[in-house]
């Protein structure tokens, strides 16, 4: 049994308008530690409803999410969320931020501080945890939401295109430090983007959806991401003709797939 079991997940929203959405449809999906699920498909295919349940946030209407033997009713520490809007206070100092669900839970002042600092240098941002969040750049501030997820120390990490807003540069350089964080602590990630070759630098396991209903349409397992860690050398990995090959593949489904609002 895996660590994470999403088993016949659906999710219909009721009293929509013109009656209700399917917004999932029969999910099935299975994380271990040290897996990388990241998914990939047209807007309004289910994504968020999917890491939603997940989280907590909601509940499916059938199926179940189970993690380490226990259902999945509601938000928790063993999960940790960053979205692409990172909502840090911006009353509070970039290591206060990252403390912030550690006071929530009563730990202690000097162990939170110490915590949130060792995930503070995990993103590289240890010379930084006494600037207000205000004075540090966008870039900056989506690695505080990211040490502030693993602060909790969480089992999965959930993320919501959280690279979505930023530059080219930049974003290339959050997947090479997310990839490192990954393999690093070996969390199962579950982590949604548009960015075809973003899905393919950094899964292992990628699923393709579809919309009307929401299900899992294909399912590639890649290690592209490993091989960066073994190199170092993102350009050369993602100029592989493997790798060009799949992103036109999956390209090409998501372009085809029918509903499609935005792709790639
Ligand atoms: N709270 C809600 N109430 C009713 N319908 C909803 C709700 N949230 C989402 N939906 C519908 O469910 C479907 C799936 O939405 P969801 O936000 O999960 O898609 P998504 O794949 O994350 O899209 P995007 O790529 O645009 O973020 C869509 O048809 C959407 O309109
Ligand atoms: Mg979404």
């Known amino acids: 049994m895996a660590k994470l079991q999403i088993s016949h997940v659906s999710v219909n929203y009721a009293g929509t308008a013109g009656g209700s959405t399917l917004a999932l449809s029969d999910v099935n999906l299975a994380l271990d530690p040290g897996d990388f699920v990241v998914a990939l498909g047209a807007s309004g295919c289910g994504k968020t409803t999917l890491l939603s349940c997940i989280a907590g946030f909601m509940q499916p209407s059938e199926g179940e999410i189970v993690l380490g033997g226990r259902k999945v009713e509601g938000p928790g520490a063993e999960r940790g969320v960053v979205f692409q809007k990172h909502a840090l206070m911006p ?10 669900g550690l006071r929530m839970r009563h730990v202690p002042k000097a162990e939170r501080d110490r915590i949130a600092l060792d995930k503070l240098r995990l993103v590289g941002l240890e010379k930084f945890a006494r600037h207000p969040v205000y004075q540090i750049s966008g870039g900056m501030q989506q690695r505080v939401g990211l040490a502030r997820a693993l602060a909790s120390d969480p089992e999965v990490m959930l993320m919501d295109e959280p690279l979505g807003a930023l530059d080219a540069l930049t974003r290339e350089q959050q997947q090479e430090l997310i990839l490192d964080l990954w393999w690093k602590t070996r ?3 579950f982590f949604i983007t548009h960015s075809v070759e973003e899905a393919l630098f950094l899964a292992t396991e990628l699923i393709v959806m579809t919309p009307s209903p929401g299900r899992i349409a294909h399912r590639y397992r890649v290690e592209f991401g490993r091989r960066f860690i073994d190199n170092r050398d993102a350009r050369k990995v993602k100029a592989d003709p493997e790798f060009i090959r799949l992103r036109e593949e999956i390209l090409q489904l998501i372009h085809s797939a029918p509903d499609v609002a935005e792709a790639a």
């Not at 009353?91 to 912030?100: G, K, R, Y």
């Open 187 to 189: 969390k199962m990630f």
């Open 91 to 100: 009353w509070l100092n970039v290591v206060d931020n990252v403390a912030f």
